[in-house]
């Protein structure tokens, strides 16, 4: 029956006037299946995480890594709903971590970038020297995917493992990242800590700036092989442990959840 769609479908509409067609097609499809849903926190995931499912794992003192904090309005939420964790707040960008300190008296602020070693590294993002969202350590998703010249900023860069050696830290309930491409090399710092099973919960994004790193899923896979991956939605959580390639090496925006298999099910 599938054979016999798909070829009535080619048939019909392998025809060069049905491109654009085609295309609304599979960036409807995309949406259903919790890719580009980047409007807002609902259609992200994002407040279905930490309303509905981070309940069920942070109580009172749990541990909180907030890394790649920008101006704080994540780690805003989460002292909202979880008021007596102890939250890390990680900014390299200058100005933007200044912002951060508006939240002091809530959380850690800590003025670095995690990453797979310690080192002195550059930040790069928009030439207007103005503070954005999309600063990256990685030069090219400001000059490639953004189109923009770049301005420089020397930063500091720890690992994680580094990080909870020196503060002490025996075990992040959860951990988030956005750090636009970055997201492989702070897991990457964090392998100690991952292969000792300390952090349960990742919330990590794959999208487009991976392509200027050549850094496919399956190496988030490799990295987290400990942990179950789904694909976050609106209202739920999309497997992907056992999806088929086509369905996960897709360069788009989407939410990561990697849940540690020693705690099960969310």
Do not use: W
């Amino acid at each position: 029956m599938k054979k016999l769609i798909f070829s009535l479908y080619r048939g019909i509409f392998a025809r060069k006037m049905f491109y654009g067609f085609n295309k609304m097609l599979i960036r409807l499809a995309y949406r259903g299946m919790g890719i580009l849903n980047y409007e807002s926190d609902k259609a992200s995931g994002e407040d279905y995480l930490i309303k509905q499912l981070l309940s069920k794992i942070i109580k009172s003192k749990s541990v909180i890594f907030d890394v790649g904090a920008n101006v704080g309005n994540f780690s805003r939420t989460l002292t909202e709903k979880f008021p007596d964790a102890d939250i890390y707040s990680f900014e390299p960008h200058p100005q933007n971590f200044q912002k951060l300190l508006a939240l002091k008296d809530k959380i850690n602020c800590v003025e670095m970038a995690l990453g797979s070693k310690t080192e002195t590294a550059e930040i790069f993002d928009y030439s207007s020297g103005e503070a954005s969202e999309h600063a990256s350590l990685i030069k090219e998703v400001i000059t490639d995917i953004h189109h923009s010249d770049v301005h420089r900023i020397e930063i500091k860069v720890e690992s994680l493992d580094n990080f909870v050696a020196i503060n002490q830290i025996s075990e992040i309930d959860f951990l988030k990242i956005d750090t636009e491409g970055f997201e492989i090399d702070v897991l990457q710092g964090a392998e100690k800590s991952l292969a000792a099973g300390k952090i349960k919960v990742i919330l990590f994004e794959f999208n487009s700036m991976n392509t200027v790193r050549k850094v496919f899923f399956r190496e988030f896979e490799s990295v987290l092989s400990e942990y179950r991956l789904y694909r976050l939605l609106p209202k739920g959580l999309l497997p992907l442990e056992n999806e088929e390639i086509i369905f996960k090496e897709i360069f788009a925006f989407q939410n990561i959840l990697a849940v540690s298999r020693k705690i099960g099910e969310l």
